[in-house]
């Protein structure tokens, strides 16, 4: 069936640039999200990408889209302890009418 | 800025009890989601409904859980009775339309004893 993977933990050294990968399986993806949950919270939209696009940047935040090798990840520049959280990649599908699958979540530990 | 509220925030229940949660989208959208989330998983969509109507409930356990939206408006989910393996965090999302980006509640975290 259709998934969406994730590597579980990143550490980064505050003030470096953080990479989350994500890998997905559905070749009919419209459109591929990244949201972020902090702890106790809700899930919050950080960026989202079409599928005919391979690059979008807003920001600290560029995120680049494979589409032959369904790899999608988020580069978050200069990284603050502000951005401490889980991000969560997404992706919707035309082949799911339209529903949202989406991966385990990266946690992202900031080391000072 | 508009936000999806939700309510109540944190709920603590024995098992066999009912319990309910309570989503008001943003104005304007025409699809609400509920999803569960268990500690250390990603969301799964438990209801869709697009105005009062549901879309999709393929994954909501129906021995147990019920999902309204009587007015196309705001919503409630109702578990009767909690078992322990509800523990979760239940999130409620609302967009535009069924295609459209989906805006996310801070949630209510279940726990249940």
């Known amino acids: 069936g259709e998934d969406v993977e994730q590597s579980l933990f990143l550490s980064v050294r505050e003030g470096d640039s953080s990479v989350i990968n994500c890998t997905y399986t559905?070749?009919?993806?419209?459109?591929l999200y990244w949201y972020k949950q902090e702890p106790g919270a809700g899930l919050q939209l950080l960026t989202y990408i079409f599928s005919n696009m391979d690059m979008k940047q807003d920001q600290r935040l560029t995120v680049l889209l494979n589409k032959k090798d369904k790899h999608l990840s988020l580069r978050i520049a200069d990284t603050q302890t502000g951005d401490s959280a889980i991000y969560f990649c997404a992706e919707i599908s035309m082949n799911r009418d339209d529903k949202i699958i989406f991966g385990k979540g990266t946690r992202l530990h900031i080391l000072p | 800025e508009a936000e999806v509220a939700q309510s109540p925030r944190y709920k603590i229940t024995e098992k066999s009890q009912a319990v309910a949660f309570w989503c008001d989208p943003i104005s304007g959208h025409a699809t609400l989601y509920w999803y569960r989330q268990i500690l250390g998983q990603g969301p799964e969509l438990l209801v869709q409904f697009q105005d009062e109507s549901v879309v999709d409930d393929s994954q909501l356990p129906k021995d147990r859980f019920s999902a309204e939206r009587l007015k196309g408006v705001d919503s409630t989910l109702k578990i009767q009775p909690a078992e322990l393996g509800d523990s979760a965090m239940y999130l409620c999302?609302?967009?535009?339309?069924?295609?459209?980006?989906?805006?996310f509640g801070a949630g209510t975290r279940l726990s249940v004893l």
């Open positions: 999302a609302s967009s535009v339309s069924g295609e459209g980006i989906q805006y």
């Open positions: 559905d070749s009919s993806s419209t459109y």
